[in-house]
């Protein structure tokens, strides 16, 4: 899954917004991993629901948690394992509703 670069995405855990980086071509990829979580990759920054960003000192690739345990969260520290189930498999949404 791409996310286009011209979008602001309310990525929906504890209030997360993931915006992409207008300025940069590059693309912001995210893998939904099975029984853990999502991992982002590419050009990004992360903000709060204030629009503060998180310091990610250069960091290109890292995880967010989905299953909710990590005490590091948004990030993901491994809590999940063990812990939370889904297997993570592709699918199409519903036609956008007019
Ligand atoms: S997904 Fe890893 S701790 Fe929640």
Same mark, same amino acid.
């Given at each position: 899954?791409?996310?286009? #670069? %011209? ?9 997360? *917004? /993931? ?6 071509? !590059? +693309? ?20 709060? #629901? %204030? ?9 290109? *690739? /890292? ?6 345990? !990590? +005490? ?27």
């Amino acid at each position: 899954m791409f996310l286009n #670069r %011209n979008l602001t995405k309310n990525y929906g855990f504890y209030g997360l *917004v /993931l915006r992409h980086n207008k300025q940069n071509m !590059s +693309k912001t990829k995210l893998t939904i991993n099975n029984n853990g979580s999502v991992k982002i990759e590419g050009d990004f920054e992360i903000v709060d #629901r %204030n629009g503060n960003v998180y310091g990610l000192q250069g960091r290109e *690739v /890292l995880s967010i948690c989905r299953c909710g345990l !990590s +005490k590091n969260k948004p990030f993901c520290d491994g809590a999940h394992n063990g812990h939370f189930e889904h297997e993570a498999i592709a699918f199409d949404l519903p036609p956008k509703k007019v």
